[in-house]
Antibody
Framework: QVQLQESGPGLVKPSETLSLTCTVS????????WSWIRQPPGKGPEWIAYIFDSGNTHYNPSFKSRVTISIDMSKNQFSLRVKSVTAADTAVYYCARGYGPGYASAGYWGQGTLVTVSS | EVVLTQSPDTLSLSPGERATLSCRASQSVSSSYLAWHQQKPGQAPRLLIY???GRATGIPDRFSGSGSGTDFTLTISRLEPEDYGVYFCHQYGYSPYTFGQGTKVEIK
């Protein structure tokens, strides 16, 4: 059974860059879609981006060029960077894997990590 | 962007009753790319239904998904106490992928 674990700082200052890592265990990182999704307090989830293997990425246009998703197959990890954060980026951030090969959204979720943007 | 609107906002039902949750899309969505997730307080969402009507691994058969075009439904045939939580519909056919605002199911 695939397991995903997010890691990163719980507190980030406005205008700084948020960096999160998702460590995958119980399955290879190859051959699946890997996503980042966030959920502001009291709201529904918001899809941010996905990456497939090492090259195919797709982003939510609402984040414009602020976000970058990347993958490190040697470590079975993938990451998210969000530049120039504001209070509106405060949310629980989840990493997720597609339910099966070719499933480009969330099938299995990590437990999530709360990120607060505040000075 | 495809906007998903769920109704009702809150559903309060007794164990054993049937729950019907609605999800309406702002434009036609292929049922092949419509999912439902359940989220309990303090937990990550859990995939229940994918491809409109496929049950994810380990999901009891009291959960079923249906619909097409712009109208989709999640039905819980006989509510169990552990079915409380918030249910989100999710479309992953058009970018950006989007989620509904959620329907909260309360157990009476």
């Amino acid at each position: 059974q695939v397991q995903l674990q997010e890691s990163g700082p719980g507190l980030v200052k406005p205008s700084e860059t948020l960096s999160l890592t998702c460590t995958v265990s119980g399955a290879s990182i190859r051959g699946y879609y890997w996503s980042w999704i966030r959920q502001p307090p009291g709201k529904g989830p918001e899809w941010i981006a996905y990456i497939f293997d090492s090259g195919n990425t797709h982003y939510n246009p609402s984040f414009k060029s602020r976000v970058t998703i990347s993958i490190d197959m040697s470590k079975n990890q993938f990451s998210l960077r969000v530049k120039s954060v504001t209070a509106a980026d405060t949310a629980v951030y989840y990493c997720a894997r597609g339910y099966g090969p070719g499933y480009a959204s969330a099938g299995y979720w990590g437990q999530g990590t709360l990120v607060t943007v505040s000075s | 962007e495809v906007v998903l609107t769920q109704s009702p906002d809150t559903l309060s039902l007794s164990p054993g009753e049937r729950a019907t949750l609605s999800c309406r899309a702002s434009q036609s969505v292929s049922s092949s790319y419509l999912a439902w997730h359940q989220q309990k307080p303090g937990q990550a969402p859990r995939l229940l239904i994918y491809g409109g009507s496929g049950r994810a691994t380990g999901i009891p058969d009291r959960f079923s998904g249906s619909g097409s075009g712009t109208d989709f439904t999640l039905t819980i045939s006989r509510l169990e106490p552990e079915d409380y939580g918030v249910y989100f519909c999710h479309q992953y056919g058009y970018s950006p992928y989007t989620f509904g605002q959620g329907t909260k199911v309360e157990i009476k």
